[in-house]
């Protein structure tokens, strides 16, 4: 397993490099100048000499080759530079919403895999079944429905009309409530945009690999043998069902990053998705390299589980080579 692991590693520098360059310039070249924004004042009030000296000190008057050279050896030596609109350390800034972002995915993402995974089983074992039919429909309807359509109808059903869950932020100002208690209550409705749509499409891809593999020869014969139900689903038919759904647990990571851009933006959440969207805003290069890095790392991190998934469910992968 440790060249599996060693093998993905290797490729994900070059990756990581081409996509921070082109990162790089298309920032460079996309409308809108940092300069304003750095300013904090209305760009006809400010002077050229005050621009052009802002200009220098913030190294954009340099070619952009330089400039990237520069981002380079900087991020290698883990400084990432200074937030041109907060003047706080991006690294800072990052660790304060990092964490924010990953419990929001983790959550997401275990209730997504438990419960696609649980009722993808269901209906693979009662094909064409009532509940079969139930949960098709909601397959269909979770790939319809836009997470932030569906973001907007939970707020208004149980923000604004029944009033029951918070809508905003991560915790309340003022509540009688324990802080686990108020923690859990504002995760509840993100949480639920997030995994609705993890949930349908595990389910649809357990059910699917779990029927071919209830077909194959070798579950008739552990059956014919006299071994119980249990046995032959758990250890012959689920276990090779995930060989080939466990592609998704690598797309899992970049999905919920995606998502929590719009889930985080609706729910005030303060997480890396919203504070890219301000970044993006207010062009804030330092930090939207940043978050563009670490949004890259994580789907390395992801193609690097599903390899690492590969390898338990398959003993051939962790013995080849």
């Known amino acids: 397993m440790r060249h599996v692991i060693l093998r993905r590693l290797l490729t994900a520098v070059p990756l990581l490099l081409l996509v921070s360059l082109l990162s790089f310039y298309i920032l460079r070249l996309a409308p809108g100048d940092p300069v304003r924004a750095y300013l904090a004042m209305p ?56 964490p924010n972002t990953l419990q929001l995915m983790a959550v997401a993402l275990t209730i997504g895999i438990g419960a696609g995974v649980a009722l993808g089983i269901l209906a693979a074992l009662r094909p064409h079944s009532g509940a079969d039919l139930v949960l098709s429909v909601l397959t269909y309807a979770g790939y319809s429905v836009p997470p932030f359509w569906l973001a907007l109808m939970l707020v208004f059903i149980f923000g604004v009309w029944l009033n029951w869950l918070p809508t905003v932020g991560m915790m309340s100002l003022q509540t009688a409530s324990p802080p686990f208690l108020d923690r859990l209550a504002h995760l509840v409705l993100p949480v639920a945009t997030l995994a609705f749509h993890d949930v349908v499409v595990w389910l649809r891809y357990q059910r699917n690999s779990l029927l071919e593999v209830l077909d194959e020869d070798y579950i008739r014969t552990a059956r014919a043998k006299g071994l119980p139900n249990s046995v032959v689903l758990v250890r012959h038919a689920w276990r090779n069902s995930l060989i080939s759904i466990i592609t998704l647990l690598g797309y899992s990571l970049p999905r919920l990053l995606t998502g929590a851009y719009i889930v985080e933006t609706i729910f005030s959440w303060p997480g890396m998705g919203r504070l890219s969207i301000d970044a993006i805003f207010q062009r804030d290069y330092p930090l939207i390299m940043a978050l563009l890095l670490v949004s890259s790392l994580m789907v390395v991190f992801g193609n690097l589980l599903a390899d690492v998934g590969y390898a338990l469910a398959d003993p051939r992968v962790r013995y080849e080579g």
């Not at 005050?50 to 030596?77: E, F």
Request: aromatic share 8%.
């Open 43 to 98: 760009f006809d009030q400010a002077s050229p000499e005050l621009i052009q000296q802002t200009r220098k000190a913030l190294g954009l008057d340099r070619p952009l080759y330089v400039q990237y050279a520069r981002w380079l050896g900087s991020a290698i030596s883990g400084d990432l530079g200074r937030s041109l609109m907060t003047r706080r350390p991006v690294a800072t800034i990052i660790r304060e919403t990092l």
